[in-house]
């Protein structure tokens, strides 16, 4: 079955920065763009960014363009998002999701990372 | 961008019905139909539950059910029941460079 498997807590300092992963499986990795998203405590969630895995076409929020980097490694069917100078509010949980259709941006999403917890504390 | 308006909260006895709405732009909601809904338990996942304004994924309630007019999208739950308390999020294509917006969620009491 199709999985999208995440860490699950990193801590890291301010100014630092943090590159997380989204390992699939269960489908053709080429297939499907991969989101990323972000949920701080009692908020919904919030568009980072999206990567084709297999053109490499990457699209990126302008509220964080400059600061989020996505990139995909297709031998391992794995996608990263790394996160620059992060700051106090940059606490939350990011999410790598799958939209139901393939070949496409999608608009929505049915397979859903566990989210990893990225807190951001000195 | 700002987020899509929602409801903070609203609540229901069992066996009633709610709507959710959802307030969006001319860039997003009022633009396009593209509009989804999500289920959220706390500690879990978004579960997607309406998508193409009025599609349904398979296997979830025909209880559950969605519409649009201009610039509002609503979710419509009927015969309430107690497992369908939970945070309910919708989410929009946008045509800004935020592909997909979000709101900032609805929680549901059933009382």
């Known amino acids: 079955q199709v999985q999208l498997t995440q860490p699950r807590t990193e801590i890291r300092k301010p100014g630092a920065s943090v590159k997380l992963s989204c390992r699939t499986s269960g489908y053709k990795f080429t297939s499907y763009y991969i989101h990323w998203l972000r949920q701080a405590p009692g908020q919904g969630p919030v568009w980072l960014g999206v990567?084709?895995?297999?053109?490499?076409?990457?699209r990126y929020s302008q509220a964080f363009q400059g600061r989020v980097t996505v990139t995909r490694e297709t031998s391992t069917s794995t996608v990263y998002l790394e996160v620059t100078n992060l700051r106090f509010d940059d606490t939350a949980l990011y999410y790598c999701?799958?939209?139901?259709?393939?070949?496409?941006?999608?608009?929505?999403?049915?397979?859903w990372g566990q989210g990893t917890l990225v807190t951001v504390s000195s | 961008q700002s987020a899509l308006a929602q409801p903070a909260s609203v609540s229901a006895s069992p066996g009633q019905s709610i709507t959710i709405s959802c307030t969006g732009t001319?860039?997003?909601?009022?633009?396009?139909?593209?509009v989804s809904w999500y289920q959220e338990y706390p500690g879990k996942t978004p579960n997607l539950i309406i998508y193409d304004v009025t599609s349904r994924p398979s296997g979830v309630s025909d209880r559950f059910s969605g519409s649009k007019s201009g610039k509002t999208a609503t979710l419509t739950i009927s015969g309430l029941r107690t497992d369908d308390e939970a945070v309910y999020y919708c989410?929009?294509?946008?045509?800004?460079?935020?592909?997909?917006?979000f709101g900032g969620g609805t929680k549901l009491t059933v009382l």
């Open positions: 989410s929009s294509y946008s045509i800004t460079d935020t592909l997909v917006i």
């Open positions: 001319t860039t997003d909601i009022g633009g396009y139909p593209y």
């Open positions: 999701v799958r939209p139901t259709v393939a070949f496409t941006y999608g608009t929505y999403f049915d397979h």
């Open positions: 990567i084709n895995p297999s053109g490499g076409d990457i």
